[in-house]
């Protein structure tokens, strides 16, 4: 059997270290060029693991999922996200049906009625937190809207109250996830388990509370996610079951908070850095704010016309792509571009083998929203959100939530970055180190 080229590093160890001081991106290119730009072999995590590389590296695993491989986590993260069940059964073990269902509650057909009440919320937040001339934190805010509007969407919860007893205790689990694995009074990571088990509590009593409203009214249509979740019925006539949909929430919550805040807070960093790339999307906007009344909120026609906005968002994702990509655990031996694979190692894509190779995107650091124009980037050099069956599913959810809120604040404001070159460090997904504080300059100054 020939094994990829690489080293798996220092006994024990492996290459975490050079991982963690090199990041995602350096660690990989340099290895790309070193050993094999198809495929490199490493140790992380104690895991013997093949990186796969470039287009055709992501097209393989996007396309052989269930076949051969599955999806796996890493132990620590497990550990870390508190909850094993979601984990296992809502990543792994999760049937076709109920995959596909999640795919049906987030396809745009679906979010579309949505968009008048996203704007609605975005607009609400702005005018609440977002004045003229004062300089505001995009991240935290962003991060605020991110998840009172998944607790509108998800759940219908609109009293502050009720958001704040699920926003609390899941601020802890986000500050806790990524933590040092010790279980002891005062670490982020004994915080966040109190904190997972709060989340869970809380959710329960939604979940039930909402049953019994179903019941009793009848209601068919599913007024939100979690309506829908407690309507569908699988192949036998079952209903999911209370922590099955809690699992599904708690999943969406976590896969969405941080890398659409970060998704925001990107594309408001580089409209605030680059006057050329926001002054074409101020303009696409008004055209759109203009061709309606003030009180009108906005609508799925409205998002069509938002090209160059969205091509400049995908830029953003592009070069600051919120999620670094996925593991899998092969389930049997294969070949892969002349080296075998043995059964039980892990795999890992990444959005750094494509992104900023200058073979898929010429002058590769420019930010230039017209890559997008056209057929785009060539298929599987361009996935932020992954590819094949496990492709994200709240895609065009990120993608409705992302351009309305950046309509409604081009329209109100021009940014000034407060600190001209913060720094961008990795959380879970990448934000400025200081949360990106921008001046807020009101049109016409
Ligand atoms: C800009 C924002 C987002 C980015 C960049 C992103 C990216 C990703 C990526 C790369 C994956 C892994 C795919 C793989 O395993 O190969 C993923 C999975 C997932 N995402 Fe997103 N995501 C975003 C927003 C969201 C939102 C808003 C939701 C829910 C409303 C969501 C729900 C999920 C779920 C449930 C999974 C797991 C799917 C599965 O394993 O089958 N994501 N996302």
Request: proline share 8%; charged share 25%.
């Given at each position: 059997k020939t094994l990829p080229p690489g080293t798996s590093g220092w006994p024990l160890l492996g290459e975490n270290m050079e991982f963690a001081l090199l990041g995602p991106q350096k660690f990989i290119k340099d290895r790309m060029e070193k050993y094999s730009p198809e495929v490199f072999q490493t140790s992380i995590m104690g895991e013997k693991m093949a990186f796969f590389c470039g287009a055709q590296g992501n097209k393989f695993l996007f396309s052989s999922e269930n076949k051969l491989l599955t999806s796996w986590w890493p132990q620590s993260m497990k550990k870390a996200l508190l909850f094993p069940e979601f984990v296992e059964s809502s990543l792994k073990e999760v049937s076709?049906?109920?995959?596909?269902?999640?795919?049906?509650?987030?396809?745009?057909?679906?979010?579309?009625?949505?968009?008048?009440?996203?704007?609605?919320?975005a607009r609400e937040h702005l005018h609440e937190n977002?004045?003229?001339?004062?300089?505001?934190?995009?991240?935290?805010?962003s991060k605020k809207y991110t998840f009172d509007l998944a607790c509108r969407l998800f759940m219908s919860l609109v009293d502050p109250e009720e958001i704040k007893r699920l926003a609390d205790p899941f601020t802890l689990v986000t500050n806790g996830m990524f933590s040092m694995p010790i279980d002891l009074p005062g670490t982020a990571y004994n915080r966040a388990i109190k904190g997972g088990k709060m989340v869970r509590d809380e959710l329960m009593r939604i979940i039930t509370q909402r049953r019994k409203e179903l019941t009793e009214s009848q209601e068919t249509a599913g007024r939100d996610l979690l309506s829908k979740m407690l309507l569908v019925t699988d192949e036998d006539g079952q209903f999911m079951s209370e922590m099955e949909i809690s699992n599904n929430?708690?999943?969406?919550?976590?896969?969405?908070?941080?890398?659409?805040?970060?998704?925001?807070?990107?594309v408001l960093k580089y409209l605030a850095e680059l006057p050329h790339v926001y002054d074409e999307v101020y303009?696409?906007?008004?055209?759109?704010?203009?061709?309606?009344?003030?009180?009108?909120?906005?609508?799925?026609?409205?998002?069509?016309?938002?090209k160059y906005s969205w091509n400049a968002a995908r830029e953003s994702l592009r070069l600051t792509p919120p999620a670094q990509g996925s593991f899998r655990e092969t389930i049997t031996d294969f070949t892969y571009a002349g080296f075998t694979i043995p059964k039980g190692w892990k795999t890992f894509w990444s959005v750094h083998s494509t992104h900023k190779n200058p073979k898929h995107f010429s002058d590769p650091e420019k930010f230039d929203p017209s890559r997008f124009e056209g057929s785009g980037p060539a298929p599987f050099t361009f996935v932020p959100f992954g590819?094949?069956?496990?492709?994200?599913?709240?895609?065009?959810?990120?993608?409705?939530e992302v351009l309305v809120f950046m309509?409604?604040?081009?329209?109100?404001?021009?940014?000034?970055?407060?600190?001209?070159?913060?720094?961008?460090v990795?959380?879970?997904?990448?934000?400025?180190?200081?949360?990106?504080?921008?001046?807020?300059?009101?049109?016409?100054?």
């Open positions: 076709a049906l109920k995959r596909s269902f999640l795919h049906d509650i987030l396809k745009p057909e679906a979010l579309k009625q949505y968009i008048p009440l996203m704007d609605a919320m977002w004045d003229s001339n004062r300089v505001v934190k995009v991240f935290p805010l929430i708690i999943g969406m919550l976590v896969a969405s908070f941080e890398t659409t805040s970060s998704a925001v807070t990107s303009r696409e906007q008004m055209a759109i704010a203009k061709s309606k009344g003030a009180e009108d909120l906005l609508t799925w026609e409205d998002i069509e016309k938002m590819g094949g069956p496990r492709m994200c599913p709240g895609k065009e959810y990120a993608r409705l309509h409604n604040v081009v329209k109100r404001f021009k940014l000034e970055k407060d600190i001209p070159d913060e720094k961008i990795f959380h879970a997904s990448p934000v400025p180190v200081y949360g990106l504080p921008v001046r807020l300059l009101p049109h016409g100054n």
